[in-house]
């Protein structure tokens, strides 16, 4: 993943986030989604500090997911 590509990213990433929280009657694919947006989260540490993966922290959050953020 670029350093140029974050914000686009995190931008797919939430609302790929708020689909899985709409469609939560297909569970596996839900599941499967799930652990893909927090596998893909996670390989965003080295911008944690940036605005748009901390706004994608708090989209994540506001599905009910995981943001994959360290504590």
Known sequence: M???EIDEATRVIG???ELAAQTRSAR???ERLVQE???TRAR???WQGTQAVSALDDQLAACGLASGKAD
């Open 37 to 39: 947006l927090c596998t």
């Open 44 to 46: 965003m540490q080295p």
């Open 2 to 4: 670029q350093s140029g």
């Open 28 to 30: 596996l694919v839900q």
């Open 15 to 17: 609302n790929a986030a």
